[in-house]
């Protein structure tokens, strides 16, 4: 049975890697999707550096391995099967051994896909719950991989870690690159300012990032304001507010699209928005 909240609502997705799939369980419930995507995700422009990583890890003495994102764990083994296929069976070795700390729910699933599982998961899924999680550690004199997301350098991590006396071993595995051209980026920001859109939902803090970039904070606050916005965790929340949009929805506690997808048919339907969602 299609619930009438969502029969008929034009949804915007910004998204590019699980677009299909988001847009599928909306379209289910019958929504009318309006396929956006702002950000692409491409592997890393040049691969030696990132062979050169997997090869000393996967030849041991990395003692942890902070995975940012489900993203980066995919693309490492991307560049191994590109690459260098006979390196995937050590590189995952050494991982099995290699203690895990996962920032959220992305890369724990990530690691699931290949038959391990996080050894720690961070408190909260931010750069800030990540060091709360490693705090109490003995990290001293530990060789420490730090799996980035995009080229962003995450220097309050790397700066931590430094500060406690381990060594810090970065990866980049992908970079992020603008996907849609910009008379497309304009053209939804039209359709939303003109109220075609029921709501908006963000999947990640880049697609925030692109909207802006493109049309400059009036425009995209005022086009932002004339839909509903939905947010799928408290990380792509928090750029949201920081830009000075409201974010009318966010699952509670399970980031993913199921949950966003429950949460859109709430917002929609009238009923009570989500106590813990951000405004």
């Known amino acids: ?8 609502q034009l949804i915007a997705l910004p998204e590019t890697r699980e ?12 929504a009318r999707v309006l396929r956006a995507p702002l950000v692409a995700i491409l592997d ?7 062979l ?9 003495g990395f ?21 260098d296929a006979a390196l995937r069976a050590p590189f995952l070795a050494a991982l099995a051994q290699t203690r895990k700390i996962t920032r959220g ?23 800030a719950g990540v060091i709360s999680t490693l705090t109490p550690l003995e990290l001293r004199d530990h060789v420490v991989g730090v799996q980035l997301y995009g080229t962003e350098a995450n220097l309050p991590l790397q700066n931590f870690l430094r500060g406690v006396g381990a060594e810090v071993r970065p990866v980049a595995p992908y970079i992020y690159a603008d996907k849609s051209a910009d008379a497309a980026v304009q053209e ?7 109220g075609a859109v029921a709501a908006i939902a963000f999947t990640s803090s880049s697609q925030v990032e692109r909207l802006f970039a493109v049309a400059g904070t009036e425009r995209v606050l005022a086009a932002l304001a004339a839909t509903q916005v939905a947010a799928v965790g408290p990380v792509v929340a928090a750029t949201l ?26 917002l929609l339907g009238g009923t009570t928005a989500n106590p813990g969602a951000p405004e």
Do not use: N, Y
Not at 19 to 30: C, T
Not at 44 to 50: E, G, I, K, R, S
């Open 44 to 50: 890393a422009p040049d691969p030696q550096p990132v």
């Open 1 to 8: 049975m299609i619930p009438s909240a969502l029969r008929d």
């Open 188 to 194: 939804l920001l039209a359709q939303l300012a003109a």
């Open 63 to 83: 003692h942890e391995l902070v995975l940012l994102t489900g993203e980066g764990l995919r693309r490492l083994l991307t560049c191994v099967d590109r690459h």
């Open 19 to 30: 677009l299909d799939v988001f847009a599928a369980l909306l379209e289910r419930r019958g």
């Open 52 to 60: 050169h990583w997997l090869r000393d890890f996967a030849a041991g």
């Open 241 to 266: 507010q920081k830009r000075g949009v409201r974010v009318s929805a966010m699952p509670e506690s399970s980031w993913f699209m199921k949950p966003l997808a429950a949460e859109l048919a709430r």
């Open 105 to 127: 729910p992305k890369p724990a699933r990530a690691l699931r896909e290949v038959g391990l599982s996080p050894d720690l998961e961070a408190f909260e899924p931010t750069t």
